[in-house]
Nanobody, 115 residues
Framework: QVQLVESGGGLVQPGGSLRLSCAAS????????MGWYRQAPGKQREVVAT???????SYADSVKGRFTISRDNAKNTVYLQMNSLKPEDTAVYYC?????????WGQGTQVTVSS
């Protein structure tokens, strides 16, 4: 069992930056693949970025070059650094932990990009 708590969301102007954090507890964090997903109003949840237990990363085309996912296994935390934010990045961002067939989700954090 894994508990995930996101933080770092908020309101930012276009072109600005935010860093999301996801703190994990309850299991061996380092063995899980971690990911960030987002869901905008009226849209399906979509993957933003993932990082494997070995540190390999992948990104949605829409965020490549602007977002960076990282993890600190000593702190049981995964991060999403978001730069050059656009209004279309506005969504609730969710942290995910994945191991074999199990998925765990955080409660989500709102990111709003608006002037």
């Amino acid at each position: 069992q894994v508990q995930l708590v996101e933080s770092g969301g908020g309101l930012v102007q276009p072109g600005g930056s935010l860093r999301l954090s996801c703190a994990a507890s309850g299991s061996i964090f380092s063995i899980y693949a971690m990911g960030w997903y987002r869901q905008a109003p009226g849209k399906q949840r979509e993957v933003v970025a993932t990082i494997t237990s070995g540190g390999s990363t992948s990104y949605a085309d829409s965020v490549k070059g602007r977002f960076t996912i990282s993890r600190d296994n000593a702190k049981n935390t995964v991060y999403l650094q978001m730069n050059s934010l656009k209004p279309e990045d506005t969504a609730v961002y969710y942290c995910n932990a994945h191991l074999r067939v199990k998925d765990y989700w955080g409660q989500g954090t709102q990111v709003t990009v608006s002037s």
